[in-house]
Nanobody, 128 residues
């Protein structure tokens, strides 16, 4: 059974940092495509960052480029999202997602419908 478990969320002041973790079980995160999404009440889930593990390519939403970094630890079957210079608008529930990679993944990584597995989410709150 595939399970994704996020951790690392919390409350931080503007300009601070957090590192989110997504631990995968029953699923080889190092051989699949992993994404981080976020959602605030009343809005659609937004793609934040993704990793095409087989190609070593990462993708980011314009709103987080230069501030967030996605990475993986294959030995721990864990994907991370390092978030620096956090802003109040980064406040959201953050979700980890996984899917088998496909050749045009890089063009649609931000589409939540492309992912098969989801974690339960971890809340990030940034105060001004």
């Amino acid at each position: 059974q595939v399970q994704l478990v996020e951790s690392g969320g919390g409350s931080v002041q503007s300009g601070g940092s957090l590192r989110l973790s997504c631990a995968a079980s029953g699923y080889a995160s190092g051989r699949n495509c992993m994404g981080w999404f976020r959602q605030v009440p009343g809005k659609e889930r937004e793609g934040v960052a993704a990793l095409y593990t087989g190609l070593g390519r990462s993708y980011y939403a314009d709103s987080v480029k230069g501030r967030f970094t996605i990475s993986q630890d294959n030995a721990k079957n864990t994907v991370y999202l390092q978030m620096n210079s956090l802003k109040p608008e980064d406040t959201a529930m953050y979700y980890c997602a996984a899917t088998s990679c496909f050749f045009y993944y890089g063009s649609v990584w931000y589409d939540s419908n492309k992912y098969n597995y989801w974690g339960q989410g971890t809340q990030v709150t940034v105060s001004s």
